[in-house]
């Protein structure tokens, strides 16, 4: 075996022979990746002001075939768009799609809060027998009037926001709603559909959904440039 190349003289990692052909240039692999996109899958179905949404959410997930499980309510992209460009928070349920959302293209410096780790969310959780992440959702109240909620992780927190709503709490003003599963994924998303409030959303139907598709959601809703 062919010992690893020792950094050079000033310390710095030397390039291994190249053995396999691959684009390298980032700017053309995006570019590239966007145009396989528009090719390979039928946007067709989705409102004209939602398909880089939808094709940042395939290419965050690799499946062309995510369109046509992707609702999308027509007030959507306008009400997210018109939040956050007023400064609106993005309210999410998990670190990991906090982690995803490019910093670089919020309007308005918005806040991007998880309180997953908040001390106050265990002893939530125990006393109401139900998951942390929907307990942290209940701590979300005095954010809630206007937000950009994105809830891509678990089905209890998009359950337990539209409770929430029930009881009379501030509504946002548009809900990313992918959370994924086998239990009750399905089930929260449509529930989210049918909701009588009629919250500017986005779901996918079934059980996929996951981090990395409501952070390539809001970063397309952030920021118009594909």
Known sequence: MTPHPRPD???RPVRPPRRYEYETDGAEIYLRSFATIRAEADLSGLPADAERVAVRMI????????????????DLVAA??????SGAPILTDAHMVASGVTRTRLPA???????????????LAEEWRTTRSAAAVSLWADRLEGAVVAIGNAPTALFH??????????RPAAVIGVPVGFIGAAESKEALVAHPA?????VVRG????????ASAINALAQEKE
């Open 109 to 123: 410096d918005n806040e991007v809060l998880c309180l997953l780790r908040d001390p106050r969310v265990p002893a």
């Open 198 to 202: 009629d919250i500017p959303h986005l």
């Open 161 to 170: 926001l539209l409770e929430m709503v029930d009881a009379g709490a501030p």
């Open 80 to 85: 997210a768009r018109t939040a956050l460009r």
């Open 9 to 11: 003289s000033h310390g």
């Open 207 to 214: 059980r996929r959904g996951g981090s990395a598709m409501a």
């Open 59 to 74: 290419h965050a997930c690799g499946q062309p075939d995510l369109s046509r499980d992707l609702v999308v309510h027509p």
